[in-house]
């Protein structure tokens, strides 16, 4: 079993940063693959960024390629999302997930098995 917690949401204008973090407890948290996920109002989960469970690799949405990093810390059971030069429609509430999804299903809901509350950015122009 996987808790995931996420944190560092918040209201910040366009072109500013937030780093958001997703605090994992659970034994097997360093074996899982973590996705980040937003929701917009309205809208189906969209894929953000995803990062095996090493760290040594990254997949991100072309939508936030760029802007956005996704980084670990296996030590300390948490995962960063560094979010710079944030544009309104970032505006979502963003989740973190945990699983082993294959290649090629990275930005699918499905694989994987937990996942967090969600916390809610808002970009304002």
């Known amino acids: 079993q996987v808790q995931l917690v996420e944190s560092g949401g918040g209201l910040v204008q366009a072109g500013g940063s937030l780093r958001l973090s997703c605090a994992a407890s659970?034994?097997?948290?360093?074996?899982?693959?973590i996705g980040w996920f937003r929701q917009a109002p309205g809208k189906e989960h969209e894929f953000v960024a995803r990062?095996?469970?090493?760290?040594?690799?990254?997949y991100y949405a072309d939508s936030v390629k760029g802007r956005f990093t996704i980084s670990r810390d296996n030590a300390k059971n948490t995962v960063y999302l560094q979010m710079n030069s944030l544009r309104p429609e970032d505006t979502a509430v963003y989740y973190c997930a945990a699983g082993r999804p294959l290649s090629g299903t990275y930005h699918l809901t499905y694989p994987y098995d937990y996942w967090g509350q969600g916390t809610q950015v808002t970009v304002s122009s």
């Open positions: 990062i095996n469970w090493s760290g040594s690799s990254t």
């Open positions: 659970g034994r097997t948290f360093s074996r899982n693959t």
